[in-house]
């Protein structure tokens, strides 16, 4: 699969760039981007919810009245769930949300969702750059040269970048990544990939 290069300020090149079919031009396999997109989501909860239980409140654990001869229901201490301020029933507690993920199915979403962007034209290969201090507004002018700055653009680089990285994180639905660190979630969730030429090879090793 051939594309145009084109250059930052949205011309192209005249060049051309071979997109391996193995990892942009495959039958998307629906079920493996759903398991590493939720494994992805997974991860990024924290799990530290709590609240304290029936025998970790502080209270007086004297009963209430005597077990029989009141006419009312059994009651045991202060603590219990039923009343106001009482412990909760069953209640959160902090637990690890990790979803284990084959890496072959890992890399099989990659390469589906990276086919997905393909199938729809909603990726755009741009020359290296790179700037010598973080500018916010010169990178908006890139991303609108290339007509994609109302489309939640990602900008995959060949490497991380701290100027191109400290230029971006402020721009609106905006966001950059190593090729390296692509996952399938950042993929799926741009509207538009602007990929560096020099990260395709990275992109290709690391869903192969």
């Not at 769930?81 to 979803?99: E, H, K, Q, T």
């Not at 905006?174 to 509207?191: F, V």
Request: with cysteine; aromatic share 6%.
């Amino acid at each position: 699969m051939k594309v145009s290069v084109y250059n930052i300020k949205g011309e192209a090149t005249g060049r051309t760039i071979e997109l391996p079919e193995d990892v942009f031009g495959i039958e998307p396999h629906e079920h493996s981007v759903w398991l590493d997109v939720k494994r992805y989501l997974a991860a990024q909860r924290q799990g530290t919810h709590k609240s304290k239980e029936r025998s970790e409140m502080s209270g007086s654990t004297r009963k209430l009245h005597k077990q029989k001869g009141t006419g009312g229901s059994r009651k045991g201490d202060i603590n219990n769930p039923l009343y106001r301020g009482g412990g909760r029933v069953f209640g959160p507690r902090p637990r690890n949300y990790d979803i284990q993920v084959n890496a072959k199915v890992r890399r099989l979403a990659r390469r589906s969702a990276l086919s997905v962007k393909a199938k729809t034209d909603s990726i755009i290969v741009v020359e290296d750059f790179s700037f010598d201090a973080p500018k916010t507004s010169r990178f908006q002018e890139i991303l609108a040269a290339l007509r994609v700055a109302d489309k939640k653009p990602l900008t995959v680089l060949s490497a991380y970048d701290q100027n191109l990285y400290l230029s971006c994180r402020n721009i609106a639905k905006a966001g950059i990544a190593p090729a390296a660190d692509l996952n399938t979630y950042q993929i799926m969730n741009a509207g538009a990939l602007v990929i560096a030429e020099s990260a395709i090879a990275k992109i290709t090793e690391n869903c192969a």
